[in-house]
């Protein structure tokens, strides 16, 4: 086997192997042992393989055969142990944010949700996304990576030289809002929703009338986007847009568009494709319709969307909270439960 081979094959089984140590161990020393490095070296290696934890050894294994151990084997290894911790502590950071997701009271959530409206949405906006007075608080580095001291801190000091003055409040006032503010980029599923999801569920099949246009594992319509996953896409706040203001998030993909056809019949639906030669439509029947485009006498894009404006004032408050508990399940993940 050529030694491109040989480096081509420890790079694949240093990554497919990342939980077996004397493999990973063992691809790197058998590396050394086929080479003329000094004694020194190949006992350096040894203990880096001994001691080094299973996800370091793998990673520095990687990044060995990255840079070419054959060059010098010394500068390689210590640079690729470098790499390996800073991936490391990169990860562990990206990771912690000092709650987790679903830690988060519901009550604390609603809270700092009035706390923000009242307080903070002349600037950032009543969905947290940012004005021309005020940045987008579903990212920036504080609130997607920084722990929640860290963001409370900025709540309650400000930020100098802008116009983001302190809040003097107590800390657990403080700290609902912190809530509120993580909910805004937290996916809906990763949080305690409050609310029955199987009342929910009624609601999306019954009253609210969800499933004549929307479907969730093989169950409602076409017309509408497919919701399966809902919960692991979307954060809770989208998803109460989307229902009582489903125009101001409407999907590219899902444009509403009335046609004529050359005999005269008028059809609204949902645009699924077009080109220069054809257009393809999911009607207001759920069904789909192919076109070639001389077929057509006009076709309009609609900006206004098909779905019902109404929810604030069809459902009650327990029933939108309901319906909101049963799509923030919606995940294709199994530990969920549905």
């Known amino acids: ?131 021309a007075r005020g940045p987008d608080l579903t990212q920036g580095l504080v609130v997607t990576r920084g722990n929640d001291e860290e963001v409370l801190q900025v709540i309650r000091q400000g930020v100098p030289g802008t116009s983001m003055a302190g809040f003097d409040w107590p800390d657990p006032k403080i700290r609902q809002l912190v809530a509120f503010i993580r909910s805004l980029s937290t996916k809906a599923v990763q949080l305690a929703v409050p609310g029955n999801p199987d009342s929910g569920k009624h609601i999306f099949l019954g009253k609210g009338r969800c499933a004549d246009c929307h479907m969730i594992r093989g169950q409602g319509g076409l017309l509408g986007p497919e919701l399966s996953n809902l919960g692991g896409e979307r954060t809770l706040s989208e998803i109460r847009q989307s229902i009582l203001k489903p125009g101001s998030s409407l999907q590219r993909r899902y444009k509403t568009i009335t046609l004529v056809t050359q005999s005269g019949d008028k059809i609204n639906g949902t645009l699924r494709n077009r080109d220069n030669f054809s257009l393809q439509m999911i009607d207001q029947q759920g069904n789909l319709r192919f076109f070639l485009t001389d077929e057509l006498r006009t076709v309009v894009l609609q900006e206004k969307s098909l779905m019902p404006e109404n929810y604030e004032s069809l459902l009650s408050t327990e029933e939108l909270r309901d319906l909101l508990a049963y799509l923030s399940r919606q995940t294709v993940s199994a530990a969920v439960e549905k």
């Open 1 to 131: 086997m050529s030694e491109n081979e040989t480096t081509e094959r420890i790079s694949r089984n240093s990554l497919l192997h990342l939980g077996s140590e004397s493999r990973v161990g063992n691809r790197i020393l058998a590396k050394v042992h086929s080479s003329e490095h000094k004694p020194s070296i190949n006992t350096q290696l040894k203990t880096l393989a001994k001691e080094m934890p299973r996800f370091l050894l793998a990673l520095c294994s990687f990044f060995c055969e990255m840079f070419n151990v054959e060059r010098n084997l010394a500068r390689t290894i210590s640079l690729a142990s470098f790499l390996s911790l800073v991936v490391l502590v990169a990860f562990v950071r990206g990771q912690h944010r000092g709650v987790s997701p679903e830690s988060y009271d519901p009550q604390a959530i609603e809270a700092g949700s009035k706390l923000f409206g009242g307080s903070c949405s002349v600037c950032h906006g009543i969905d947290g996304r940012g004005s």
